[in-house]
């Protein structure tokens, strides 16, 4: 009980000092904040991004959720994240500006959810990861606190890519950021069979894959990703994996288009998103 008091006590402190700290960033306007860092937002970075939003120095909805989310919730979420659920989002809402219905499997910490609501009040999002994460709940509880209408708007579930097949709803817009490896041709297949859009930023490529056949994750063989050629194409590298993924999307009757996302924020900012040519009747 001692200890937990005073574990308690340590806590506040931190979070204390994070919000009363001068940071080095808030000599810079918001704009100029190194987007890759994985230091967490702090408390004292909530007056930056209001001014940085009223100033028009950065995107008006980054600031305000940055600045929601740091007040809020200091010291849980690496600055990076914002950023890049604020670019994948930006992609998004380019080719897909009314879709209504989305599907985000590998859904981490449900930023980009979050943005995505936001940014189009009339969207539901089905969110979908291994284990929702404690951040999500946190996250989520932090935002809809300011925008109740999130907690109606963003659906949770808990699936095992590996065991279970992804199924897209006839009426949703696939998107998933950071599908690690395979995962990512997981969604290419799961998008191709319902034949409805994708947005797919992939990562994590294995140029060296080793799978061997493991009964209790059916979903886990190169058996379902023919395009990799038993991971031939892998060993030519991350180039190679994607232009073999644009060109199977191609095959299958998509219409590709190749997007980034700031380099600055994360070095696998490849962006692929994919429309059916033709509707399904
Ligand atoms: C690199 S993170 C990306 C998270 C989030 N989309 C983002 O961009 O911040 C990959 C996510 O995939 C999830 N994941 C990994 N393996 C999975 C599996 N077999 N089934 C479902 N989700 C999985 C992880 O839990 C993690 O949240």
């Given at each position: 009980m001692l200890l937990l008091t005073v574990l308690g006590f340590y806590m506040s402190m931190l979070k204390y000092t994070a919000a009363a700290q001068p940071l080095?960033?808030?000599?810079?306007?918001?704009?100029?904040?190194?987007?890759?860092?994985?230091?967490?937002?702090?408390?004292?970075?909530?007056?930056?991004?209001?001014?940085?939003?009223?100033?028009?120095?950065?995107?008006?909805?980054?600031?305000?959720?940055?600045?929601?989310?740091?007040?809020?919730?200091?010291?849980?979420?690496?600055?990076?994240?914002?950023?890049?659920?604020?670019?994948?989002?930006?992609?998004?809402?380019?080719?897909?500006?009314?879709?209504?219905?989305?599907?985000?499997?590998?859904?981490?910490?449900?930023?980009?959810?979050?943005?995505?609501?936001?940014?189009?009040?009339?969207?539901?999002?089905?969110?979908?990861?291994?284990?929702?994460?404690?951040?999500?709940?946190?996250?989520?509880?932090?935002?809809?606190?300011k925008w109740p209408f999130l907690r109606q708007q963003i659906q949770w579930e808990e699936a095992d890519v590996r065991k279970t097949t992804v199924t897209v709803a006839r009426d949703e817009l696939l998107v998933s950021?950071?599908?690690?490896?395979?995962?990512?041709?997981?969604?290419?297949?799961?998008?191709?069979?319902?034949?409805?859009?994708?947005?797919?930023?992939?990562?994590?490529?294995?140029?060296?894959p080793v799978l061997t056949e493991r009964s209790w994750l059916p979903n886990w063989s190169f058996r379902r990703w023919p395009w990799l050629e038993e991971g031939a194409v892998n060993r030519r590298g991350r180039t190679a994996i994607d232009e073999v993924r644009i060109q199977t999307l191609k095959n299958a009757g998509y219409d590709v288009a190749r997007e980034e996302i700031d380099r600055q924020i994360s070095e696998m900012n490849r962006v692929i998103v994919a429309q059916p040519l033709q509707q399904q009747v």
């Open positions: 080095a960033r808030h000599a810079l306007p918001v704009s100029q904040w190194r987007k890759n860092s994985r230091n967490y937002l702090q408390a004292g970075d909530a007056a930056p991004f209001a001014n940085a939003g009223q100033s028009g120095d950065a995107d008006k909805l980054l600031c305000e959720v940055g600045s929601v989310i740091s007040a809020g919730l200091p010291g849980r979420l690496p600055r990076k994240e914002l950023f890049e659920a604020h670019a994948v989002m930006e992609v998004v809402n380019r080719h897909f500006p009314t879709e209504s219905r989305i599907f985000e499997p590998c859904a981490g910490c449900g930023l980009l959810a979050i943005f995505l609501v936001l940014s189009n009040r009339g969207r539901r999002v089905r969110c979908s990861d291994k284990k929702q994460p404690r951040l999500a709940r946190e996250l989520h509880e932090c935002v809809a606190h950021c950071h599908a690690c490896s395979f995962l990512s041709d997981e969604m290419i297949l799961s998008a191709k069979r319902s034949f409805r859009p994708l947005v797919l930023v992939p990562c994590c490529y294995e140029t060296q």
